[in-house]
């Protein structure tokens, strides 16, 4: 295999780790999101109850006031017949009176309807109150243990930045700019190996010529499908097996030196 491609198979292993670092820290943001929104929707129902509850008060206390106010009319209707003498105005101040009196009846029956209206809200601001209560002592333990996640999460990213950056430093430049360019693109390997004369990135069959080429390893070779650079796992693992044995002779030779 080409020797600048074993650099950046190194660089891709990092890559992945980082991705899937990503998305587990994106997935926890998400989570995070999640119980800050129940709890948001939450508090905006309780303070639309709290103010439902506020306007039932003050309509409540209005319509007390319209009550006093037409008993207060059926009051000087009242002194007025005692006061007057002829029948036909007696019989037309009984009759306003009447008609005052059932303003009353209505007024009253509307502070009562308000009153149960203002009960079940109330219930319902309980409810609320109560539920927003245990869902934030909930949502913190929980949102704590996410926030602790995601710094580990960060702590780990920027370990995997410091050793990406070690490793790119001598990579071969216009060949890290491709592989940077592939892997942009589908956010998955991009360096991948044939396995049984098939791309083992988009898993379509390869002709012969083409693995041949691949497994001489004098040139950069690309998927013709989905744009992947192949390589030859066979020579991967003897060139690596001859490396550990090249390292281990070399070892020896320093202790025995
Ligand atoms: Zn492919």
């Not at 002829?86 to 502070?111: G, H, M, W, Y």
């Not at 950069?220 to 693992?237: D, G, K, M, N, P």
Request: proline fraction near 1%.
């Amino acid at each position: 295999m080409m020797q600048s491609l074993k650099k950046i198979l190194q660089l891709q292993e990092l890559d992945m780790k980082m991705l899937r670092l990503m998305e587990v820290k994106e997935k926890r943001q998400e989570e995070l999101a999640d119980i800050r929104a129940l709890r948001k929707e939450l508090q905006e129902q309780l303070f639309k109850k709290q103010h439902e509850v506020l306007e039932f008060k003050k309509s409540i206390r209005l319509a007390e006031s319209d009550v006093r106010d037409v008993q207060e009319k059926i009051k000087g209707l009242e002194a007025k017949q005692s006061a007057v003498k002829k029948v036909d105005e007696f019989n037309a101040l009984s009759q306003e009176i009447t008609r005052t009196d059932r303003e009353r009846v209505n007024a009253e029956s509307k502070i009562g309807d308000l009153i149960e209206q203002l009960q079940a809200s109330e219930e319902v601001l309980q409810s609320l109150e109560e539920s927003l209560e245990s869902t934030t002592e909930n949502s913190k333990i929980l949102e704590e243990e996410i926030q602790q996640s995601i710094q580990t999460i960060n702590v780990e990213g920027r370990d995997l930045e410091v050793s990406r950056n070690e490793l790119s430093k001598d990579a071969d430049e216009e060949l890290l700019a491709i592989y940077e360019r592939l892997l942009h693109n589908k956010r998955d390997r991009v360096v991948v190996p044939i396995e049984n004369r098939t791309c083992s990135g988009c898993h379509i069959v390869l002709t012969p010529q083409h693995e041949n080429v691949v497994r001489k390893g004098e040139r950069l070779v690309f998927c013709e499908h989905c744009s992947r650079i192949h390589y030859w796992q066979e020579a991967q693992v003897a060139e690596a097996t001859e490396e550990e044995g090249t390292k281990r002779r070399r070892r020896r030779q320093v202790t025995t030196s």
